[in-house]
């Protein structure tokens, strides 16, 4: 384990965490793992580095593909790397960065926000209905706009 | 920094927690992963065949998501009895799985389906409430993650039951039969616990089972009124309500161990 002392010191965190922000996520690319609020600690020590990563959803399949693309990217700094999964807090849509709701929306994928308040990531229009809760991944919902009359894609909130 | 290296513990969902040495606390985690697995695997039949397709997408995520808080609860039960989830998971015979028999009767209808899951959900959310603030951390932790997605099942299952029992002549008709057969193990997911003394001294469980019981009678009591639905009754045979599992499980247990009797110690 990484002493406290040896967390944020070493020279190369800032570019271990570049490297980190420039990983995508597999289901949603246009968003990195860093924006999408996935990281929950990354602690850097002259042995190693270790990576903390909270699941947006128990059972998501991406996670794996996470955490290999994190010891890829990270493969480079010449270190162990440790990819650990926690639940000791809870990732919650709250944790997505403006730049990844800006991400989303660009790409027609509304950011989470209660149902009531969705608005099409299109044309902006408060008149959408959802179609349903569940869609083509564990995060999202499908919706309609009326306005626009486009589907489109929701982050669920949680 | 401990030399893990690179994903030593590749298929740990949970991070190396610390067991308390509680009796029944084993009996608790297979008891609710068990429940999750069967369920999951059980809805996820629909994939493909739904009556609709944002429903073949909705019981598709659903499932994905039990089986997703199944494989999570048998990592935990790992880490405190050894072995590793698959294992667990797909290695034992029919007549040790501890799930509540309420998930025995097989697939059946639609309104089977609707009418199974809306009283696995309420029960089991229950349950979790009784855990979320529960004194070993990895499991208050998973819990507190799982009701968050738990949140949308519920919403989900509440609207269908309401649509199909509002409706006149068939899809009422099928709600009533399937709430006739289901209705006597609907009590089984709170069977009584082997050592939830232990469980409740230790403040891992903060709220008995009988009163969960109780809880659950009451949340859904008004529910099923509401909509002239019967409340369902007392189990027969409370002691044996997560053993037993019948006929429609044994098939159910020879599809999902089908690809891993196949290939025994394949890595995918």
Request: glycine share 8%; proline share 7%; charged share 25%.
């Amino acid at each position: 384990m990484v002493t406290e002392a040896a967390v944020h010191t070493d020279a190369v965190h800032t570019d271990i965490a570049a490297a980190l922000a420039a990983i995508p996520d597999p289901e949603l690319p246009v968003v990195s793992i860093v924006d999408l609020g996935m990281i929950h600690r990354l602690e850097v020590g002259s042995d190693g580095i270790r990576v903390t990563v909270l699941p947006t959803f128990i059972g998501c399949p991406a996670l794996e593909i996470i955490r290999d693309s994190i010891a890829q990217g990270l493969a480079g700094f010449g270190r162990p790397v440790d990819v650990q999964t926690s639940f000791e807090v809870p990732w919650t849509s709250d944790r997505i960065t403006p730049a990844g709701r800006a991400a989303l929306a660009a790409v027609g994928i509304a950011p989470p926000t209660a149902s009531a308040d969705v608005r099409c990531p299109w044309c902006a229009s408060a008149q959408v209905v959802m179609d349903s809760a569940f869609g083509p991944t564990q995060c999202r919902s499908l919706f309609y706009c009326r306005a626009c009359r486009q589907p489109f894609e929701a982050l669920k909130q949680v | 920094m401990t030399p893990t290296s690179a994903n030593a513990d590749a298929d740990a969902v949970i991070a190396t927690p610390i067991a308390p040495p509680v009796a029944g606390l084993t009996d608790l985690l297979l008891s609710m992963a068990d429940d999750e697995f069967v369920i999951g695997f059980s809805d996820s039949e629909w994939t493909g065949i739904a009556p609709i397709l944002e429903e073949d997408i909705a019981m598709s995520s659903l499932a994905q998501d039990e089986l997703g808080h199944a494989a999570a609860l048998y990592d935990l039960l790992a880490t405190i009895a050894g072995g590793d989830r698959d294992a667990i998971a797909y290695d034992r015979e029919p007549h040790d799985y501890r799930h509540a028999r309420l998930l025995d009767h097989g697939r059946g209808d639609w309104a089977m389906t609707i009418a199974r899951r809306y009283l696995y959900e309420t029960a089991d959310a229950v349950r979790l409430t009784a855990l979320v603030d529960g004194s070993w951390a990895p499991l208050a932790d998973l819990v507190g993650k799982i009701r968050r997605e738990e949140r949308y099942h519920l919403m989900h299952i509440g609207t269908w039951l309401e649509r199909l029992a509002r409706a006149h002549g068939e899809p009422r008709d099928r709600l009533l039969a399937a709430l006739t057969i289901l209705g006597p193990d609907a009590a089984t997911v709170f069977t009584p616990q082997e050592d939830e003394a232990a469980l409740l001294a230790a403040g891992i469980v903060t709220r008995p089972i009988a009163d969960q019981e109780r809880d659950w009678r009451n949340d859904i009591e008004p529910t099923l009124r509401g909509l002239d639905l019967p409340i369902p009754p007392l189990p027969h045979d409370p002691e044996r309500g997560r053993s037993d599992h019948g006929e429609a499980f044994r098939w159910l247990h020879g599809e999902f161990t089908m690809v891993r009797r196949g290939d025994p110690g394949a890595t995918w």
